[in-house]
């Protein structure tokens, strides 16, 4: 029933690894996000897709990318990761880019 | 572009008591104005939207809020607090034709018994 989920929920990584959160929502939304939440509690957005199509892509480390294989599933493969990588992410998605979005539970990345 | 300041980084209200948030925006067209709220190691969650309807809006929780064009304000109120309102709280606009929301930094409501 959960309408947006992440999986894993906590994610403990040493530096340099590859790592991946996988976000699903079964709301039928065309568009879907990404979030960075920082130790302060502020929120950037990283990528977004419309239709499996990617349409926001911040300032972002090309280390992150995003893959969107259908309407309901967008990931984030993080490489090489860096101390400075440790936050919350979320993922998000709504009917359209006008539209309220809904938040999955985040997933907190600790790299050591 | 779109951009939210958070008046308060910090509120501390007695149970029982009003709440008020406050949110400024500045926006070149006409915005959409959200609140959601964010309790501890939890996602966020949508409490109202404002989208060029009725300028006083009502959420979940007895929340309301009210876009006031003139002041380029959006202050989200409770009138009376509960401990489960404890949580941060972020103001959020979107404008036409911008295809991303600009987040506030955020208001930690604390409540006191």
């Known amino acids: 029933d959960t309408a947006v989920s992440q999986t894993p929920k906590y994610l403990v990584t040493q530096m340099g690894n590859d790592k991946s959160i996988k976000c699903e929502q079964n709301l039928g939304h065309d568009t879907m996000y990404w979030y960075k939440q920082d130790s302060k509690k502020f929120l950037k957005i990283m990528f977004s897709y419309n239709n499996k199509e990617l349409i926001i892509n911040e300032t972002v480390p090309n280390r992150f990318s995003p893959k969107s294989p259908d309407k309901a599933h967008l990931n984030l493969h993080i490489n090489s990761l860096e101390l400075g990588d440790s936050a919350v992410y979320f993922c998000?998605?709504?009917?359209?880019?006008?539209?309220?979005?809904?938040f999955g539970p985040g997933t907190r990345l600790t790299v050591l | 572009a779109q951009s939210v300041t958070q008046l308060d980084s910090h509120v501390s209200v007695s149970e029982g008591t009003p709440v008020l948030l406050r949110c400024n925006y500045s926006s070149s067209y006409s915005p959409s104005l959200f609140w959601y709220v964010q309790h501890p190691n939890k996602g966020l969650q949508l409490l109202l939207k404002?989208?060029?309807?009725?300028?006083l809006v009502k959420g979940i929780n007895g929340f309301e809020a009210e876009f006031k064009k003139s002041e380029t304000s959006f202050h989200l109120t409770k009138p009376s607090a509960h401990m489960s309102d404890a949580a941060e709280y972020f103001c959020v606009v979107s404008e036409l034709g911008d295809y991303k929301l600009s987040f506030g930094a955020g208001t930690t409501v604390t409540v006191r018994a």
């Open positions: 998000a998605s709504s009917q359209d880019l006008r539209n309220e979005q809904f």
């Open positions: 404002y989208t060029s309807a009725a300028t």
